[in-house]
């Protein structure tokens, strides 16, 4: 059986591999440990200046796993089960080291929103960025009520957060939400050659200093405190009636279907 998360340590660069194409990578409880731990493994070594996240196939990641099974075991486990994702925000805001997405396919939900906690986003030119909550009757997370308002400007955002409306790479480029779009022929190719450019060409200790620099204390406890707050409103909006009636339409289980 296939990991579902692929980390690989390669020189100063650790890789976390999203590997479940079959399911466009859609990230269930399992992955969510395997990133979390990867997260804490690569913050506490000291050999370690870049983690890079990537997906296997046409999809970086769909975002939560909300497949029939998936719906129906979270459903059953509580409501406190169902943020996780909260810890893995946290870890990212918190890193010390170099975040990198090469986003190698569309970026959906919790998928998207934790885009803007990257210090590097490449993407390919077949990706779009997906934030459909208000079409299922929930609300922001990742931090992108704050993050995307600050990165893309208030109507881009509100693109995204308020109309759930796709947001194409080459707008997202316009929009300074990636740094940079690759053609999808040659991404993966190309993303490897710049992450090895990066490792091997730049100071370790002057890059991780200068993000320290860019993303001090007070900023990291900011977006803490704006996770907090969205996990608060999720789970509001989680309850609601006309989210679990839309939920359950689309991710529910089906009759007679066997989980």
């Known amino acids: 059986m296939a990991d579902v998360v692929v980390v690989e340590k390669i020189g100063n660069v650790l890789w976390i591999r999203l590997n479940r194409p079959k399911q466009r990578n859609a990230i269930n409880r399992e ?4 990133i979390i731990s990867a997260l804490d493994d690569a ?8 983690v890079v996240f990537t997906g296997t196939g046409e999809f970086y990641s769909s975002g939560n796993d909300f497949s029939p099974k998936a719906f129906s075991e979270m ?26 997405a090469l986003v ?12 803007s906690l990257f210090d590097l986003i490449i993407c390919s030119d077949k ?7 208000t079409q299922m009757g929930i609300c922001p997370e990742g931090t992108s009520s704050v993050t995307f308002m600050r ?8 693109q995204m957060v308020l109309f759930s409306e796709p947001l194409t790479a080459q707008d997202a480029f316009t929009a300074g939400f990636v740094s940079r779009v690759l053609p ?22 002057s890059i991780t200093f200068s993000k320290r620099m860019m993303r001090t204390e007070a900023a990291k406890n900011e977006l803490m405190g704006v996770n907090t707050f969205e996990g608060i409103c999720v789970e509001q909006r989680m309850l609601a009636p006309e ?10 289980p089906k009759p007679n279907s066997k989980l």
């Not at 089960?81 to 909260?86: A, D, F, T």
């Not at 190719?189 to 490792?199: G, I, M, Q, R």
């Not at 009636?245 to 689309?250: G, M």
């Open 31 to 34: 992955m969510y440990d395997i």
């Open 43 to 50: 913050d506490n070594d000291d050999e370690i200046t870049y």
């Open 75 to 100: 459903h059953k486990q509580g409501i406190s089960e169902r943020y996780l994702y909260q810890v893995w925000v946290d870890r990212l805001i918190a890193h010390k080291k170099i975040l990198i």
């Open 104 to 115: 190698n396919g569309p970026a959906i939900g919790i998928a998207c929103t934790t885009l």
């Open 127 to 133: 990706t779009y960025f997906l934030t459909p909550f």
């Open 151 to 158: 990165t893309m400007g208030y109507t881009k955002a509100a």
């Open 184 to 205: 999808h022929e040659t991404f993966v190719e190309e993303t490897k050659k710049l992450v090895d450019k990066y490792s091997k060409n730049l100071v370790p200790q």
């Open 243 to 252: 989210t679990l009636e839309r939920l359950l339409t689309k991710f529910g």
